[in-house]
Antibody, heavy 120, light 110 residues
Framework: EVQLLESGGGLVQPGGSLRLSCAAS????????MSWVRQAPGKGLEWVSV????????YYADSVKGRFTISRDDSKNTLYLQMNSLRAEDTAVYYC?????????????WGQGTLVTVSS | QSALTQPASVSGSPGQSITISCTGT?????????VSWYQQHPGKAPKLMIF???NRPSGVSNRFSGSKSGNTASLTISGLQAEDEADYFC??????????FGGGTKLTVL
């Protein structure tokens, strides 16, 4: 059974940093692309970033490019999102998501999410 | 990348069928068969219902079906049940190697 468990969310001041983690189990982690998707309170889904499997090429949404960094540790079956220069509009539930393939073709499984609140 | 366009809300009575549209461009929906649909109940994570335009994951009811014509994809739910009441989001792969989601559609079962 695929399991994705996010952690690291919390309250941070504007301009601050936060690092999210996602512990994965139940599948061959290194073989799949992994994404972060966020959802602001009461709003829709926004794709944030992806890192491909077996190589780790990264892609980002324009809204976070230059501020967020996605990475993975295949030895620990863990996905990360380093978030710097945080803004109020980054406030959202952040979901870790497993793609259906090594490359970005579509999300198959979602974690339960971790809430990030950017406020002074 | 602009969000895909979905109706804000749809409704139907138990047993009826409804269709939710998802309109993009030739750079996303129209250009690739990587359209997915997700169901999200309040306070829960999204769940994959349709992938690659018209394929159902194992365990998803065959009451859910997907299709695409040009730049518009559609999700049809037949035989509506109370448990189908949820938010539905479409997504598509794009030409810039990103993913774009629709704004979401709230389905109300009357």
């Amino acid at each position: 059974e695929v399991q994705l468990l996010e952690s690291g969310g919390g309250l941070v001041q504007p301009g601050g940093s936060l690092r999210l983690s996602c512990a994965a189990s139940g599948f061959s982690f290194s073989s799949y692309a992994m994404s972060w998707v966020r959802q602001a309170p009461g709003k829709g889904l926004e794709w944030v970033s992806v890192i491909t499997g077996n190589g780790g090429t990264t892609y980002y949404a324009d809204s976070v490019k230059g501020r967020f960094t996605i990475s993975r540790d295949d030895s620990k079956n863990t996905l990360y999102l380093q978030m710097n220069s945080l803004r109020a509009e980054d406030t959202a539930v952040y979901y870790c998501a497993k793609d259906r393939a090594q490359q970005l073709v579509g999300i198959g499984y979602w974690g339960q999410g971790t809430l990030v609140t950017v406020s002074s | 990348q602009s969000a895909l366009t979905q109706p804000a809300s749809v409704s139907g009575s138990p047993g009826q069928s409804i269709t939710i549209s998802c309109t993009g461009t030739s750079s996303d929906v129209g250009g690739y068969n990587y359209v997915s649909w997700y169901q999200q109940h309040p306070g829960k994570a999204p769940k994959l219902m349709i992938f690659d335009v018209s394929n159902r994951p194992s365990g998803v009811s065959n009451r859910f079906s997907g299709s695409k014509s040009g730049n518009t994809a559609s999700l049809t739910i037949s035989g509506l049940q109370a448990e189908d009441e949820a938010d539905y989001f479409c997504s598509s792969y794009t030409s810039t190697i990103t993913v774009v989601f629709g704004g979401g559609t709230k389905l109300t079962v009357l």
